[in-house]
DNA sequence: AATAAAATTTAGTCTAGCCTAAATTTTAGA
DNA sequence: TCTAAAATTTAGGCTAGACTAAATTTTATT
């Protein structure tokens, strides 16, 4: 019979799902920094993993984890648990988009299909959460995402931003106010080569802004076609 | 400086809370079986209670336990969360009553000030849960109960459900089913002193029903004045 | 290719909260 | 009041998931 899936370990999951997507294995360095602990526990973690019955992830030493077909389902399950609980947190009880992350962390983990399912109901069965990030499919299919980063932008394009992966409250409560939110409209009018700064036109907003890299890579657009 | 109320202590604090409410002290045994837990693990816990800084009960081998101050504001918080949870569930995500328990019951140790005080607002601070239980203010204080077993009702008596302390889903759902829910009125129409059964008339139903002491010492009534 | 630095793993501990078995205390009935 | 049964506590263990310190492997730089 498979092993219990508790917390920790649905949190081990959904962090090797989120690194396994950018670069290609999971380090033992990275996860330990996502997850706040120690390195050596986020090894003896992985070899639990790795012998669980079905294997969770894939690890062979000093190379990284990447998850198994059955990890990758739980992972994806608690994703879609995190990103609805956000879209319902910001709709139903009018929290704002930079508060609902510490709140649908901890909640990710305790609610019932059950849950899921009423509430998804409730939200119209919703594609994108608060932040533009894409929620996986009640079958647990992660859908694809067309975007790319804002910071790959050049003067005279122009786009349509889809998500703003950010963690920051401060940084989000910033973007909110300037109007970098899903689905608004943006043109480049400037970049700069020296810094990378993009100077931005956003619609519905007076005045153009201007962003470095360290925020243009945190927010994905869809350019014009 | 004090230590940390998990989920476990906060269980058991919430059980001695309900256990005190009734008897006196709440019995090693008692918690044991509400717990689902082996005595000896109670045990164990209460001294670890006991002598917590500021400690949350008051323990004596042998003689039961009861809430300090301390302990009786901590049980009262994760009542709160409970029973605003359960109203929630009903009024925001159509569950029906009988279905509540068991996510609350893990939800309660999860949320936040800040959730618990959104969902306050979103209900219109409600006083009582689906069943008809008290909900502890927002300043820890439990309101005074004034109902009674509907048992204790004889021919003649006429009441207001107030509330239906029952657990089991199946007696919540036959009960919902014939009208026995809070805030109808009941009349007795006959007591019987071999089996303690009251035939009762349920306000909005056309025939009247037949209920045994195990199902009216679960439901509380307050009489017409 | 040598070596220093960084990353990772091993080895050994710790804590919370549970367990069982055995010992003890309390309670109830003859 | 004595004794059997019930309730409770003690003693000793276990597991998950964290930790630190030390050992090892990999990577990067000269």
Chains 1, 2 share one sequence.
Not at 28 to 54: C, F, Y
Not at 104 to 114: F, Q, T, W
């Amino acid at each position: 019979m498979p092993e219990a899936i508790t917390q920790s370990i649905q949190d081990y999951l959904k962090h090797i799902y989120e690194l396994n997507e950018h670069g290609g294995a999971a380090s033992t360095n990275d996860l330990a920094s996502r997850l706040s602990v120690a390195p050596a526990s986020v090894t003896g973690m992985l070899q639990k993993l790795a012998n669980s019955q079905p294997p969770l992830v894939i690890y062979k030493k000093h190379q990284g984890v990447r998850l198994t077909k059955n990890g990758e389902k739980a992972a994806l399950e608690v994703i879609r648990h995190h990103r609805l609980l956000e879209t319902f947190l910001v709709k139903t009880l009018g929290y704002s988009w930079d508060e609902v992350h510490c709140e649908a962390d901890k909640l990710e983990h305790v609610i019932s299909e059950n849950f899921e399912t009423r509430m998804a109901a409730a939200l119209g069965n919703p594609t994108r959460d608060p932040h533009g990030e894409l929620i996986p499919t009640a079958d647990l299919v992660m859908p694809a995402d067309e975007s790319c980063p804002l910071a790959s932008l050049r003067a005279d394009e122009t786009a349509t931003i889809r998500r703003v992966s950010a963690d920051d409250p401060a940084l989000l409560r910033h973007l909110h106010k300037i109007g970098v939110v899903p689905e608004v409209k943006i043109t480049v009018k400037n970049y700069s080569e020296f810094d990378g700064n993009l100077t931005l036109q956003v619609e519905g907003q007076k005045s153009n802004i201007v962003l470095g890299t360290a925020v243009t890579n945190q927010v994905f657009v869809e350019k014009e076609n």
